[in-house]
């Protein structure tokens, strides 16, 4: 019933994950309406927007919704929240926040004399990035997932205070606009009886 009359290519999906066609400002609001429609509290939907946010840090791309979604579950968060958060992880970012998290976990192993150290060579290209893959996957893996899941807890801090506000406020505004509208019917519908 809902799906599109000519689906999408691969090619045409990638281009949307880089530039939505709706572009960015409308996908914002778009997304931000659709948090501040999700009927459980604020609490509960900032956690779920914290924790997603977070776990795009992590390694094992295809399973952040699942991370999210399990984590979720488990802290009593709002599942549809916390697959929102996800996009804060996305390919305009995922390089940054990678970087940190290996940059964290290298230097952390190295700080505990473990020799798993993600230090790439000068001129990096995917075949060479394939051969570590490959060859020693723990010498990027080990190091990404430990920094990454440190920075996914240690974000829940920054960033939850931060959604909760926005949620609130959010919730708040469209609260008033609601009473406005009603206010607005009473008003014609008793100027209409007189």
């Known amino acids: 019933m809902f799906k599109r009359n000519k689906p999408r290519t691969i090619l045409q ?3 949307e994950m880089f530039w939505p066609s709706m572009g960015w ?4 609001h778009y997304t931000r309406h659709r948090v501040v429609r999700l009927s459980d509290t604020t609490h509960k939907i900032a956690l779920g927007l914290a924790l997603g946010a977070g776990i795009s840090f992590t390694p094992l791309l295809g399973t952040h919704f699942i991370q999210a979604g399990a984590l979720a579950y ?11 958060g996800t996009f804060v992880g996305n390919p305009w ?25 993600a230090t790439l060579p000068e001129h990096v290209d995917f075949s060479t990035l394939w051969e570590i893959f490959r060859n020693e996957p723990v010498r990027i893996f080990l190091p990404w997932a430990l920094g990454g899941y440190l920075i996914c807890f240690t974000s829940l801090i920054v960033t939850y205070p931060m959604f909760y506000r926005l949620v609130r406020t959010a919730k708040k505004a469209r609260t008033k606009a609601r009473l406005r509208k009603v206010r607005k019917a009473a008003i014609e519908i008793t100027g209409q009886k007189k």
Do not use: C, D, Q
């Open 25 to 28: 400002i409308r996908a914002f």
């Open 93 to 117: 970012t995922f390089p940054f926040m990678w970087w940190a998290a290996i940059s964290l976990g290298s230097y952390l192993l190295g700080l505990f004399g473990v020799s798993a150290s």
């Open 13 to 15: 999906n990638t281009r």
């Open 74 to 84: 488990m802290l009593r968060a709002n599942f549809i929240s916390a697959l929102i």
